[in-house]
């Protein structure tokens, strides 16, 4: 992905764009790759195995590998305690929350922005929910 998403509706909005060109011209910029392969992938980039992220997000072991295998949707906070399970960087939280369609996490609203603090403290599932109770929020498990 190289292409900014306001670039992406720039070309959208323009009179001379039809779809089919621009879905040819930008097919590698397209969110299409399902879930289960992205975490795959993750696995790989960060160099640790399923059942350490498992583990470290809180989620229940078999619902865990569940998500990893694609058999089970999960919500935007199940995603975002896998997100302190492995712990991502924010660009990679940001597209697993996108891929598994939900929205990313957004400095405006409180709950998201002590999230995001936490993704860059690289906070443990259970240091950020201890966080989140603190300040009043509802805690991801």
Do not use: W
């Amino acid at each position: 992905m190289e292409k900014r998403t306001q670039e992406l509706m720039v070309m959208l909005q323009s009179d001379g764009c039809s779809l089919e060109e621009y879905l040819q011209e930008n097919q590698g910029e397209l969110l299409e790759m399902p879930l289960a392969q992205y975490l795959q992938q993750l696995l790989e980039t960060y160099q640790v195995n399923k059942g350490e992220v498992i583990h470290r997000s809180g989620l229940n072991q078999i619902y865990g590998y569940q998500i990893f295998a694609g058999s089970k949707a999960p919500g935007r906070d199940k995603l975002l305690a896998l997100c302190f399970g492995f712990p991502l960087e924010l660009t990679d939280a940001q597209r697993l929350l996108r891929l598994g369609g939900h929205s990313e996490l957004y400095p405006r609203r409180r709950r998201d922005s002590a999230l995001l603090l936490g993704l860059r403290e690289k906070l443990t599932t259970v240091e950020m929910d201890d966080l989140l109770y603190e300040l009043g929020e509802q805690t991801l498990l």
